[in-house]
């Protein structure tokens, strides 16, 4: 296990700058996860901690040591990717004790024996190991890489972008297991993903990076209840929040169609009248009247009478898409009552939960 930590990283590549001034602090024993878009700078910072690219500016420290001078080697981490590098004319076996066999300090063929049999038992893939990796399917192969890392024993587990090749099912399943397979280890994980679902569901922190930089660091919780920015409240949540710029207008947020809404107690303090704004909710907050529970008090709970749209339905919910202010706003509910396009329905707008962000900056106000 390890303490990472990350010191005002900035990585130039010629004339591209890929990250900037970034700082990342991984507790011994977290599963973290790195979320951002294609490009966003995720490898790169990935590569910095394996020891595979040197930073322009800044320190990464591993358990308190600057190990800018080390080798990847010698930082003693496992790089998983999403494209397996297994030796395909290799069993499994032989795929597994690979690592373990290096020409300088090779290990007793006990020891190698050993660790193999653990990480195919963990992975249960015992049943694989006489077999050649060209006859896997994506999964096994997926688990194999892990394994080539799991008999390793590092102090860190850097895997980037393990799961995107797989199809959903099996990529539903392997994050399950991997986030299994680390509390097992109680090892030092950094996840790099752009998959916001993933990121959701198996960090115990998640950081947000956008061109280069990280926005927000939290529990995942906190990132979708409390977003920093409109970038983490648009990117973070499956629909997205409903975000529209609006004007602060006495006591009101006006919106460009003229429509309005109460403005939220708890923001008056921090806007004035003619503020421009962006405001914030999510799907979950806005519901046909009698389909929802609000958690505020029932003032807060706004009821505008809206067309509809789209239906989509889901299985275990119903997406919902309903004109406000010339925009189409969704909805997410478990067992709607039955509705169609062009249908006129009383939603209520769940205000103890709206979002304010400024629409210069597009920073968080919210409390």
Known sequence: MAHIELKNITKKFGGHTA????????????????????????????????????????QVFIDGVDVAGWSAAERDVALVLQQYSLYPRYTVRQNLEFPLRPKIRRLPDAEIKDRVARAARTLRIEHLLDRKTDRLSGGEMQRVSIGRAIVRKPRVFLMDEPLSALDAKLREALRTELKNLQMQLGATFLFVTHDQIEAMSMGDKVGVLNHGRI?????????????????????VGSPPMNLQEATVDDGKIVFSGGQSLPLPGRFKAKVNAGDKVVFGLRPDDLYPVGHGLHSGDAADVHEIELPVTVIEPLGNETLVFAEFDRRDWVSRMLNPRPLRAGDRVAMSFDLSQAHLFSAETGKSLRA
């Open 19 to 58: 990250l900037t001034g970034l700082n990342l602090n991984i507790a011994d024993g977290e599963f973290f996860v790195l979320l951002g878009e294609t490009g966003a700078g995720k490898t790169t910072t990935l590569r910095m901690i394996a020891g595979l690219e040197k930073p322009t500016e800044g």
């Open 215 to 235: 926005v927000q660091t939290g529990t995942p919780q906190e990132i979708y209840n409390n977003p920093r920015d409109t970038y983490v409240a648009s990117f």
